[in-house]
């Protein structure tokens, strides 16, 4: 059994064939899901896929992405988390990729932001989901000074090196591979993938963005993970079923609320 670490089942165009992606998800034998929130008005559907089926979880957090949003406090993520079936913090994270215009030291908001969630999940237990995009350094920085270590987490989607990978391993998170990986000239992340061990990795969609091959360029869902383990069996030399056995291990020891929700 595979487990979908990252999805937003919840946007419209996946979650108005909700029964044919759950039905996906049985016959590719994908058991769970992790609902990732990106903004607090779109959080009450995410929480609701979670409640309504006993395979989905939920995340509360900000992406650093959302710019004109409600900002979250602490005591807001540390109230929404008591939630029995949330089991992360986040999105959350730093993306410099599309500064439009602006300087890095403009997005003092995002790193405010950032620092948010690490206490938030510091003060909660839970671990935390991050995207870095074009801000590794930045990342890595706040996660040292807020002790993310202290309830560690995913790097979702990675994309970075192999030194910010064995960075982010040393403050005990995991590194989660997404469809990218399986791109034909994604062979710097196929290293990384090789570097990166199995008892620290878990698979992603990151759904419906970044379908993986061999549907690359369509709207991705969360049976679509079941690739991205094939992919990595195949990049590390083992049976499909070890890539799916120690993800999903991997999956429930970091989201140890997961086993009880
Ligand atoms: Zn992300
Ligand atoms: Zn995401």
């Known amino acids: 059994m595979f487990v979908d670490s990252h999805c937003h089942l919840n946007f419209d165009e996946l979650v108005k064939d909700l029964p044919q992606q759950l039905a996906d998800m049985q016959a590719a034998q994908v058991s769970h899901a992790l609902c990732v929130a990106v903004n607090l008005p779109e959080y009450p559907s995410v929480l609701a896929l979670a409640e309504a089926h006993a395979n989905l979880f939920a995340s509360v957090g900000v992406h650093p992405d959302y710019e004109d949003t409600p900002e979250p406090s602490v005591e807001l993520l540390v109230r929404e988390a008591a939630h029995p079936r949330v089991?992360?913090?986040?999105?959350?994270?730093?993306?410099?990729?599309?500064?439009?215009?602006?300087?890095?030291?403009?997005?003092?908001?995002?790193?405010?932001?950032?620092?948010?969630?690490?206490?938030?999940?510091?003060?909660?237990?839970?671990?935390?989901?991050?995207?870095?995009?074009?801000?590794?350094?930045?990342?890595?920085?706040?996660?040292?000074?807020?002790?993310?270590?202290?309830?560690?987490?995913?790097?979702?989607?990675?994309?970075?090196?192999?030194?910010?990978?064995?960075?982010?391993?040393?403050?005990?998170?995991?590194?989660?591979?997404?469809?990218?990986?399986?791109?034909?000239?994604?062979?710097?992340?196929?290293?990384?993938?090789?570097?990166?061990?199995?008892?620290?990795?878990?698979?992603?969609?990151?759904?419906?963005?970044?379908?993986?091959?061999?549907?690359?360029?369509?709207?991705?869902?969360?049976?679509?993970?079941?690739?991205?383990?094939?992919?990595?069996?195949?990049?590390?030399g083992v049976s499909v079923e070890e890539v799916a056995e120690v993800t999903t291990a991997n999956f429930f020891r970091l989201f140890a609320k997961a086993r009880a929700a």
């Open 87 to 236: 089991i992360a913090i986040g999105e959350t994270g730093l993306d410099y990729y599309r500064l439009e215009g602006r300087s890095i030291a403009d997005m003092e908001w995002q790193r405010e932001r950032f620092r948010t969630h690490i206490r938030a999940a510091r003060e909660t237990g839970l671990p935390l989901i991050i995207h870095t995009r074009s801000a590794s350094e930045d990342t890595l920085a706040i996660m040292r000074e807020e002790r993310a270590v202290e309830t560690g987490g995913v790097m979702h989607c990675f994309t970075e090196s192999a030194a910010v990978a064995d960075a982010a391993m040393a403050e005990g998170f995991y590194i989660s591979f997404s469809g990218i990986v399986t791109f034909k000239k994604a062979t710097e992340l196929q290293d990384v993938a090789r570097h990166v061990p199995l008892e620290r990795m878990l698979i992603e969609t990151d759904s419906p963005y970044l379908a993986p091959v061999p549907h690359r360029g369509k709207l991705n869902r969360p049976a679509w993970v079941r690739h991205v383990g094939e992919f990595i069996a195949e990049l590390k």
